[in-house]
C-alpha cells in the first residue's frame, strides 16, 4: 500500500463489540484514509454491557492519528440493525458520492481497499453493477484466470458501493407483489428452488414479519434492477464476529469463516459481465445457513420472552 493517505471514503460501522472493532479500526488505520465515515449505534435499554460495550468503542474511533477528514454519526439511542444500517448508510451516501463499507466483524486484506478502489473507478455510472464485496466464500470451486467474476448474488462482508446505486434500494420491497407475479426470480434463478426460497424470503421481508435486517432488500433491490455484484477470485474480508455478541451469527461454522488473502496486481478482469451461474448455485447452498440462524434466533428470542 502507498504510503500517503487513500483517496477513497471508508465508511465503518460499530456498535458494542470494542475487541473486533479494535482489528478493524487498526487495518483502517494502516491505509490511511482521507476521508473516514463513522457509524455508530447506541446501547440497548436496560443493558449496562452496552453501556459499557459502546463507550469502549467510541474511544477507539476516537484514536485518528493520520491526517483525515472525519465524519460521526453516532446515535445515543439503540436503533437495532436494520435501522441503524439503513439510516448509517443514507447519511453516508449524503455526504459521499461511493464508498468502501466495513462492518466491525469485518476484517479486510489490505489489499481488499486498492481491489475496491480500483473497480469503483472503472465500473462508476455502469447500471449493470450495483456493488463490490471482498468476501468469497467458495473460492475452491472458482475456475477462472480472472481477478473476480460477477455473481447474482454477492455479499455484505466488507464492500463498496456507488451513491447513485444505492438510491435505488428498495427498503419495503414496495413492488415485489408485481414482480412476483411476472415470476421475476425465474429469470434470475436457473433453478426453481432457488426462486422457491428466495420468494419466501422476500414475502416475509415484504410483508414485515421478516428477520430484523437490510441486506435481503438490497439483494432484491440487485435482481430486480438485473444488477450484478463483484466477487473477488479469492476471499479478501474474514468475518471475526462469530460466537457470542453475535447479531446473527451465534455459531462458529467453517463454510462461513475462511480467513483473509491477498489479491494480486494488476488485476485480470473477465471478458464480459456475464454472471457465473455455476458459483451462484453453490452460493445459494451457502446462503441457507445464514437465514436458519436467523430465524432460530428470532425463535430462541420469543421463547425466552414467553418463560419470563
Known amino acids: 500500500m502507498p504510503s500517503d493517505s487513500f483517496p477513497t471514503p471508508i465508511a465503518l460501522f460499530v456498535f458494542n463489540r470494542p475487541e473486533t472493532t479494535r482489528r478493524v479500526f487498526h487495518a483502517i488505520s494502516q491505509v490511511r484514509p482521507s476521508r473516514l465515515l463513522l457509524v455508530a ?40 440493525c436494520q435501522e441503524r444500517i439503513i439510516s448509517g448508510l443514507d447519511w453516508v451516501f449524503s455526504v459521499v458520492e461511493e464508498a468502501i463499507i466495513l462492518e466491525d466483524d469485518c476484517l479486510p486484506d489490505p489489499s481488499f481497499f486498492p481491489f475496491c478502489q480500483e473497480l469503483l473507478e472503472r465500473y462508476r455510472g455502469d447500471s449493470r453493477v450495483a456493488s463490490i464485496t471482498g468476501t468469497n466464500l467458495l473460492e475452491k470451486y472458482l475456475d477462472t484466470e480472472a ?12 464492500w463498496a458501493t456507488w451513491r447513485s446505486e444505492w438510491l435505488r434500494y428498495d427498503r419495503h420491497l414496495e413492488d415485489w407483489p408485481k414482480l412476483r407475479g411476472e415470476k421475476m426470480l425465474s429469470e434470475s434463478f436457473d433453478q426453481p428452488k432457488a426462486a422457491a426460497y428466495w420468494t419466501g424470503i422476500f414475502d416475509a421481508m415484504h410483508e414485515n414479519r421478516g428477520p430484523n435486517t437490510w441486506d435481503y432488500q438490497w439483494l432484491y433491490t440487485h435482481l430486480k434492477n438485473k444488477a450484478l455484484t463483484i466477487v473477488p477470485r479469492v476471499n479478501l474480508v474474514a468475518n471475526i464476529g462469530f460466537g457470542a455478541g453475535a447479531t446473527h451469527t451465534g455459531e462458529v461454522d467453517s463454510r462461513l469463516t475462511p480467513s483473509a488473502k491477498a489479491i494480486k496486481f494488476p488485476l ?12 451462484d448455485r453453490r452460493h445459494q447452498r451457502l446462503y441457507a445457513v445464514p437465514f436458519l440462524r436467523r430465524v432460530s434466533g428470532k425463535i430462541h428470542r420469543i421463547a425466552e420472552r414467553l418463560r419470563a
Open 147 to 158: 481477478s473476480y467474476y460477477f455473481s447474482r448474488i454477492g455479499g455484505i462482508w466488507g
Open 268 to 279: 485480470r478482469h473477465p471478458s464480459s459481465l456475464a454472471p457465473l451461474r455455476n458459483m
Open 41 to 80: 449505534d447506541g446501547p440497548r435499554t436496560g443493558r449496562p454491557d452496552d453501556t459499557v460495550g459502546c463507550s469502549q468503542v467510541r474511544e477507539i474511533l476516537s484514536q485518528v492519528d493520520w491526517p483525515c477528514e472525519v465524519f460521526r454519526n453516532v446515535s445515543e439511542t439503540n436503533l437495532g
